[in-house]
């Protein structure tokens, strides 16, 4: 049931990218890194469909995330990517290559890998405590920021990676807090929320993330704005699982080694995907500006 939710949670944040950035794309230049950029996207019922096909994807993703471990639930949404692809396709007229091919067969491998890695290691070992919290939420704020800087600093296509990837920490940071409002819900009843620091956390978090994001997506088209989110935001989430929920990590050599295996074939899978024609021809407008 949970990998269902996975699945078809996956699915509707794909179909949001694509209508997010093909709206995002036509925003000014000048707007990068500014709060108008999001008044000028509000005008835009692309847009508007894309946020609300977002919403309810993560509201189902949230659901998955707060009942199995962010080792799993993490790489099963990185295959929004081929849904995206899959969209993309026919809006570009564009066939799909070869590559391609290999590179979604990759990136399915890798969540596999990782699957198996967690659920059939025959010892566990954990590290970290939650008490780790500020100093992880310190760490990844400052790594943002930087990334932030660096891309202002620059434009084009390294702009929207710098971003994106920074973008990718952030939603990384989101499915680890998203997992904690859940089991605080589940555990204390939704009434003990209010009362709490995650969800207010949460809140802001979620709204820095779709804020990058929409920067990154104005800048470049899909295939190289989205990869860097899709492939930052699983290695977060799962070095937050492991560090701050203490989510049991194989040890055994076998096991170490198909999940370090599984980790690299996502990310691999995910460049090979987001190189796709059918990504690359969603060029921006002749007329937008730089």
């Known amino acids: 049931m949970n990998y269902a939710v996975g699945i078809l949670a996956a699915i509707l944040l794909g179909i949001s990218f694509v209508l997010q950035q093909g709206a995002a794309q036509d925003v000014p230049a000048a707007d990068f890194l500014r709060l108008r950029l999001v008044a000028d ?29 962010l080792a799993l639930s993490a790489p099963l949404l990185a295959t929004n990517l081929l849904v995206a692809l899959g969209l993309a396709w026919p809006l570009s007229g564009q066939a799909l290559a070869v590559s391609e091919v290999i590179g979604a067969l990759v990136l399915l491998t890798g969540v596999i890998a990782l ?24 760490a990844v704020a400052a790594i943002v920021a930087g990334l932030a800087v660096a891309g202002w600093r620059r434009s084009g296509d390294a702009r929207a990676v710098l971003v994106g990837a920074g973008a990718g920490l952030v939603f990384g940071t989101q499915d680890a807090l998203t997992r ?30 779709l804020w990058l994001m929409q920067n990154a997506f104005s800048v470049a088209p899909l295939h190289v704005s989205l990869p860097p989110m899709t492939a930052m935001e699983p290695v977060c989430a799962l070095l937050l699982g492991a560090i701050v929920f203490r989510e049991k990590m194989p040890t055994s050599p076998g096991m170490i080694t198909l999940q370090i295996a599984g980790l690299i074939a996502l990310l691999t899978g995910v460049v090979l995907v987001a190189r796709a024609p059918a990504l690359t021809s969603l060029h921006r407008p002749s007329g937008h500006r730089q």
């Open 180 to 209: 904690l409002v859940v089991q605080t819900a589940d555990t204390h009843g939704v009434a003990a929320l209010l009362t709490t620091w995650p969800v207010y956390t949460l809140v802001a978090v979620g709204a820095t993330g």
């Open 41 to 69: 996207l509000v005008r835009k019922p692309r847009w508007l469909a894309g946020i609300a096909t977002m919403i309810v994807g993560q509201l189902l993703a949230a659901w998955m995330e707060g009942h199995i471990v």
């Open 115 to 138: 699957s198996v890695a967690q659920a059939a290691s025959p010892s566990y070992g954990v590290v970290g405590t939650p008490r780790y919290w500020p100093y992880c939420g310190v």
